[in-house]
C-alpha cells in the first residue's frame, strides 16, 4: 500500500511542478476566459449539459434527437416545404419514395415509441407540387409552345439493321 501512495504523490509532485514551471514562463496569461467567471456554475446541476453544449457549438440541429417515428413524423409534415424547389415530377416522387422506403422500413421494426406513421400518398404530394407551382408562375407569364407538326418519319434503308 505504501508503495502506491508513494508512487501516486510522486506523479502528483511531478504534474505540481510542470504546472508550476508553466506559470513562470508565462503560459497561463491572457488565456480566454481569464478572470470571467464559469458559465453556469449557479444553475441547477442538468445532466445533459455537455450534448447541449455540444450541439450548440457543432450547430447541430435538435431533431436529430427525436426517436425514429418522430423525426419520419416531422419529416412529413415538412414535405411540402421540401419538395417545393425539386424541378421535376421525377424528383419529386423519387424523394417521396425514399421517405415512404424509410417510414416501410421502421414500420417492420419498429423502435421507440408507438407513434402513428404512415407512407405518404405519392400522387397527393405531386399534385400539391404542381398546384405550387402553377401558383408560383403567373399565368401571364407563360406562354403557349406551338405545336410544331414533325415530318413523317422516313423508312430505313436497310431493314437488316433493325434486328
Known amino acids: ?19 508550476r514551471s508553466a506559470q513562470e514562463r508565462g503560459e497561463f496569461d491572457n488565456l480566454p476566459g481569464a478572470g470571467k467567471p464559469i458559465p453556469g456554475r449557479d444553475a441547477p446541476y442538468d445532466e445533459g449539459w455537455w450534448i ?16 425514429t417515428p418522430l423525426q419520419l413524423r416531422r419529416r412529413i409534415e415538412q414535405l411540402p416545404d421540401e419538395v417545393r424547389d425539386l424541378p421535376t415530377e421525377e424528383a419529386v416522387r423519387s424523394y417521396v419514395a425514399v421517405l415512404n422506403a424509410e417510414v416501410v422500413a421502421w414500420l417492420r421494426t419498429p423502435t421507440g415509441p408507438r407513434v402513428v406513421v404512415r407512407p405518404v400518398d405519392v400522387d397527393e404530394v405531386v399534385r400539391r407540387w404542381r398546384a405550387d407551382r402553377q ?29
Open 135 to 163: 401558383r408560383a408562375v403567373p399565368a401571364t407569364a407563360v406562354e403557349p409552345v406551338p405545336h410544331v407538326a414533325r415530318p413523317a418519319r422516313t423508312r430505313r434503308r436497310w431493314r437488316w439493321w433493325r434486328r
Open 1 to 19: 500500500m505504501r508503495e502506491v501512495t508513494a508512487v501516486t504523490y510522486g506523479w502528483e509532485a511531478a504534474v505540481e511542478a510542470q504546472i
Open 52 to 67: 447541449r453544449g455540444f450541439m450548440e457549438r457543432e450547430q447541430i440541429p435538435s431533431d436529430l434527437m427525436l426517436p
